[in-house]
Structures are given as C-alpha cells and as structure tokens.
C-alpha cells in the first residue's frame, strides 16, 4: 500500500508586485508507505498544511496527481472520495476538532457514525483506544468538560478508530505538554509498525527521534 | 445511534428552543390569521342567509332608529310595527314572488338571558328564511308556545322561559352561526301575538295599546322572475306610503365593506410576518450553521461527503419547522377556539369558524406552508455548508 504524489502544486489568489497567484506548495512528489513514520517539517507559512490536506483529499490540488495504490484520488467524485477518506484515511487536524453535540464515545465513533456502519467489535476497539490514551474514564463526556490534551487524544482515536490505512496529523502536538507530546508519539509511532503509513507535520525537535523518513519544507518545495 | 441532526438539536438545547419558537409564531401568525378571515367571510354569508331574501319592508319610521341596523342585522333587541293596510299595499305591487311577515318584541328579562333578548316571530306558513335555519337543529313544526333559541343563550331543549308573564318552552336549540341568530328567540306568528298582548296588558310595550292582529315589523320579500331587486324596491317605495323597501344587499354593504377592511389588513399582516419569520429563520440558521463551520469541517474530515452536510443542516431545519409549526397551529387552536365570541366582539363583526374539515385543511396547509419555508431558508445554509472549503477552515485557527 503506497500513497504517491507527484508534481503536487497549489497556488492561491494573492496580490504581489510581479503576480496575482502565490504558490504555497510547489511541484511537490512524496510517498507514504506502510509501517513509515514520516515526519515533515518546516517553518510557519512553507505550505505543510496545505500539503497534507491535498494528500488526504480534503483540497483539490492546481495540478498534480494523488495516488493511492496506483488509483487517482481526485478522479473520484465527492462521495466516492469522501467514503475513501473514511475508510482509508485517518486524519487528526491542526486545533481542537470535537462535535460539541456528540459526546466523547460518539466524537470517537464519529467515521462509523456517518456511514452508520458499526459493528459491535468496531465499539470495543473503540474503548481499547481510549484506555491506551488514558480517557477511557471520559467516554459519557462532553467535549466542553475536557482539556487540551484530552480533546486532541480523542482526535487521536477517532483519526485511527476505523484502522485506516494512512494517518494524518498536522502539528498534533502544538498546544500540548512534554507528558502528552511523547504519548501522542509514541501512539502514532506504534500504528506505524502496526503497518499504517503515517505522516505528522510539527514543529516538535523531539520528532526526530521518532521518524522514519524525515523532510523539511521550504517555501512550498520538499527540500 | 440516533442522526447527528438529531444530537445536533439535542446538544444546544437554548438554540433549538430559540428556532423551535421562531417557527411556531409563524405557523401561528398564518394559520391564525386564515382562521379569521375564513371566520369572518363565512360570518358574512351566514348574514346574508340570515337575511335570506332580496328584500326588507319596514315601517319608514322604523329607519330612523338609532338602533335600526342592529336590529335587522344583528337581531338587537328592538322593536317596530306597522299596520295591516300598509302590508297589504306593499303585497299588492308587482314582482314579488315570494313574501312573509316577521314580528320583533325584545323581552323585558327572562330567565335565560341576564340581558333584553330579541323575540322574532314568524309565519310557518310563507316563510322563507327563517324555517331553513330552524330546519337544521330542529325538524318537528313548533306548536303552541314553543320557542327556539340561539347558540349563545343559556337555555336548554325541555327548559321553559317567561316572556312577560307567559311560560313558553324551549322545543330546539339553533347551531352556532356566528351572528345574531346566536342571541335571539324564534317563535311563531301565533306565539308572539300572545306575548305581544301580554307586554301591552303588563303596560310594558313601547308602543303602548298596540293590536296584536294589526302589527307587523317587517316583511321579507324575493323578486320574482322578470325583475330586479332594484326594481321592486324603488316600486314599493314610490307607491306605498310609510313603508320603507330596503335591499339586503345595501343592508350589509356596510358590514361587508368594514370586514373587507378587516380582512385586508389580516392579509397584509399575515404577508409581512411570513416574510419576516423567513428572514429570520433565514438568519437564524446563517448563523447556527457559521457557529458550527469547524464542526462541520471535522465531519468532511471524517468522511462526510458535501451532499451529507447539506443533509444534515435541512434535517435539522425541518424537525425545528415541523415541532414548531405543530406547536403553532395547537397555539392556533388554543387562542382561537376558546376566545372566538372575544374576537367577535373585538372586530365587531359576524364571525364565523369554519368547520372541522375547512379547520384541518388550513391548519395542514398553514404546517406545510411553514416548514417548506423554513427548510427553504435552511436550503441557503445547507449550499453554503455543502460548498465549506475544508482546507480553509482547518488551516482557520493557525
Ligand atoms: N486558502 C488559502 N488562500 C490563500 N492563501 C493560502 C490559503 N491556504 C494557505 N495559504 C497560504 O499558503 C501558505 C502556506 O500555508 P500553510 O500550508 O498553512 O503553511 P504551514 O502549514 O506550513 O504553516 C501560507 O502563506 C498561507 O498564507
Ligand atoms: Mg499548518
């Protein structure tokens, strides 16, 4: 199973002196295999996250291709993609991410819920999840009554909940602290081996030591 | 697991109340307001049945009466004769196909009535218009001191009344109609004769030494084929001294001119506070579905497709519009029902609630009317929502 792009570029309406468009992410091949762990890197603004949300099918690219094992992703009209999303991809976005209305067990079971697809091994792998992460004790709660670090490992277990096949996290350890950056590491890590292919965007040194394939970006280029 | 347009209502309890209230004060305002004009045109017909025919014929004195349109019209207690000959002069002239006498005393007080109850008697024989109505509550012939009262008067079938000394027994009570009739007595020519005596024996009639035989206060005539209302009228009037002929139709023109007002106005109303609830359900859910755009950004994350968001914005607009709608027109029925005699008396007009069937259809219509408008102001939200760059809203809080 390999996620390829290749020749990935977007460019945004922008006024400058010489040109109306701004290129955040420039020509832009990468591969994400199974079982790697790649961590990319980067400076605020050098096109990271729009990066990821072209790999995860969330943004179309200008021109440029996403493949998933061979298959166009973009050639999919939107519920077909979008169901692609939900089973293959799991992706845990920058900031908190709850639905205020569902409480932590339904924030979780979310993927299965819009599809309404559960089956009753899908809900205790679901409470597996959350005792790894330490929040089992929150299941019949509210996202309001949860703090940062909780929020961002339910993000966690609903992003991994359906086992996909790619993992996704922009910054997941932004606004949180040493004990829960390394368990969110440590987590994304583990599906790594588990054979999912998983890329995290950070700012986190740190990450380093946990990376399998390490890049940087620069100006909207993979240098 | 129940919808997320489900938890979604659940989960903001203030907000889906705020909606829920929106709606049923615009079902309520539509639905409410056909009622009143559906009551207060079938209110108008049943006046011009009650007048049931072409023509009035009343003593010329009769007209300059303070009082003189309430009493044709809205059976006021009040009274007026004129003698034989003059009735006789008026049968003779031409183009009558149809007359009958009528006789008005309004009782002193009775047992029913804490106020002067109108007394109207008729001829079983040629009458025309008031035996249609009696027909529908009461099918035997009344005999000898047997009366009919109105809806809103508070005697029953098998009670007997007093009128000036005379017990008379209450043989049927009429159907609601929403005027006049409502508060008056119905008897026979033969029976109102003997409480005509009665009054002028007690020295209580207005009218003093009055002859029972020789009275009569009104007679209601229909053209006959070949000629105009108009016609006979200004006939009767030019030929016959100390009559006056009227037309029924001039007689409500008054009351159908005023209620067309009324009505247009309710029109205007029942317009401006449709737009108005759509404008703000059209704003009410801009803003619930903007409050939750990241929300909606995690459910395209988590595989939504754009056509399951829009799905999810219309479901949760139409359980708000169907529970608010349903509360509106129960509110509907709740103000109406009940204080119906209370807007009659506000408006001053004949009215007249349709009935269960016509009720049902508007308040099913008003309910459709109502939840296709809002889930129509949320169709806005649900495109809008259904187009969210996903992207965007995630890279939002940077
Ligand atoms: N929707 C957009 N419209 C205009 N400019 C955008 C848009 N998305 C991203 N950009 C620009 O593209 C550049 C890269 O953004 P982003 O991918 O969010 O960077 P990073 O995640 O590395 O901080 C930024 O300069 C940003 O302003
Ligand atoms: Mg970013």
Partial sequence: ?223 | MKSIAVKNIKGRPARSVILVVISMLLTFAIFGGTMVISSLDSGLSALENRLGADIMVVPFEATTQKKFDDIVLQNAPGYFYMDNARVQQVLEREGIAQASEQFFLASASASCCSVAVQIIGYDPETDFTITPWIKKSYSDSLGELDVVVGNDLNAFVGDTISFYGVDCKVAAKLDKTGTGFDTAVFTTKDTIKRLIQSSVDLGMNIFGKVDPENTVSCIMINAAAGFTPEEVVNDINLHVKNVKAIQSKELISGVSDSLGGVSGIIRVLICAVWILGVVILLLAFTMSVNERRKEFAVLRVAGAARSRLAGIVLGEALMICIIGSILGVLLGFAVILPFNGVIEQALGLPFLLPGAGRCAGYALASLLLCTLSGTLAAAVSALRISRIDTGVILRGDN
Wanted: charged fraction near 25%.
């Fill in chain 1, 1 to 223: 199973m390999i996620l390829s792009a290749s020749g990935l570029t977007k460019s945004f309406y922008r006024k400058t002196a010489n040109s109306n468009r701004f290129t955040a992410v420039d020509d832009v091949s990468i591969e994400l295999k199974d079982g790697v762990l790649t961590v990319l890197m980067g400076r605020s603004g050098s096109g990271k996250t729009t990066l990821m949300n072209m790999l995860s099918g969330l943004l179309q690219p200008s021109s440029g291709s996403v493949e998933l094992d061979g298959k166009d992703i973009y050639s999919l009209g939107d519920k077909e993609l979008s169901r692609l999303r939900n089973r293959s991809f799991g992706m845990i976005p920058q900031g908190q991410t709850a639905v205020s209305s569902l409480d932590i067990f339904e924030n979780i079971m979310l993927p299965f819920f819009l599809y309404k697809d559960s089956t009753p091994q899908d809900e205790e792998y679901a409470r597996e999840l959350m005792k790894r992460l330490d929040i089992a004790h929150l299941e019949a709660a509210k996202p309001a009554e949860l703090s940062g670090g909780e929020l961002r490992r339910m993000a966690i277990a609903r992003a991994v909940v359906r086992k996909p096949m790619v993992i996704f996290a922009d910054e997941p350890t932004g606004d949180l602290d040493d004990e829960n950056t390394s368990v969110v590491f440590e987590f994304l890590k583990e599906s790594a081996h588990q054979g999912a292919a998983v890329m995290v965007v950070t700012h986190e040194n740190d990450a380093k030591s946990y990376a399998d394939t390490l890049l940087e970006m620069k100006s909207g280029k993979i240098v």
